[in-house]
């Protein structure tokens, strides 16, 4: 139970195929008292189901890209946990059409969009989270991929979404360090969820990683989610500023 006792917020739960739900599964099989996000009416009861089975679960809509939102969001965790531990970030969004053809044609509204959503929501939920962490310290931590450091084919402005996130992560742990916070990011590889959906050779990636990488295989969401489940517990302490890599050593190639 390395989490017992233990408060936290995970952000992005679609379904049961998201990395967000692994995550989910991963901290409160440790002992975690969890705050659960949607977006999207559309997803509200397929997210109340997954989560009927856990104990004491908060389930809440939020828009990351709307203020009011989060605002509200927060103002509703700290009426009831009084405070948080932990914070797991799994959001992004690129319109679909910005994953097509190349990087050099996308949109400046997309370009927004996907940097909004992705990107600048993390430093918009780092700020309010910080002073419920205070007290005791924290984590954060947020969801990347190989995209964000190498050119993967129509992944475009979502490579530079997640660049600019790993920045982000890096510059947050430099901030809030001092506060006895820290700031993390797991890099994943290719997995069959709705957000990945968008990318149209997500097959062909899958096949990729799974020929190519050191261990021969794609990995899954529970992989993930312990990986995220050591970020965030106490195992982790002096860890931060770290992008860490859960793709069965496909990062370490140089293909």
Known sequence: MLLEGKRGLVLGVANKRSIAWGVAKAVAREGARLAITYQGERLE???????????????????????????????????????LDFVVHAVAFARKEELEGQFVDTT?????????????????????????????????V????????????????MGVAKAALESSVRYLAADLGPR?????????????????????????????FKDRAPLRRNVTTDEVGD???????????????EVMFVDGGFHVLGI
């Open 227 to 241: 990986v995220a489940l050591f970020l965030v517990s106490d195992l982790s302490r002096a860890v931060t500023g």
């Open 45 to 83: 009861q397929t997210v109340r189901k997954l989560t009927g089975p856990m104990e004491e679960v908060l389930v809440a809509e939020c828009d990351v890209s709307d203020d009011a939102s989060l605002d509200g969001l927060f103002d509703r965790i700290g009426d009831e946990f009084g405070g």
């Open 142 to 157: 947020t969801m990347s991929y190989l995209g964000g450091q190498r050119v993967v084919p129509h992944y475009n402005v």
């Open 108 to 140: 400046r509204a997309g370009f927004a969009t996907a940097l909004d959503i992705s990107t600048y929501s993390l430093a918009a939920v780092a700020r309010r989270a910080a002073p419920m962490m205070e007290q005791s310290g924290g984590s954060i």
């Open 180 to 208: 006895g916070i820290r700031v993390n990011a797991v890099s994943a590889g290719p997995i069959r969820t709705l957000a990945a959906s968008g990318v149209s050779d997500l097959p062909k990636m899958l096949d990729v």
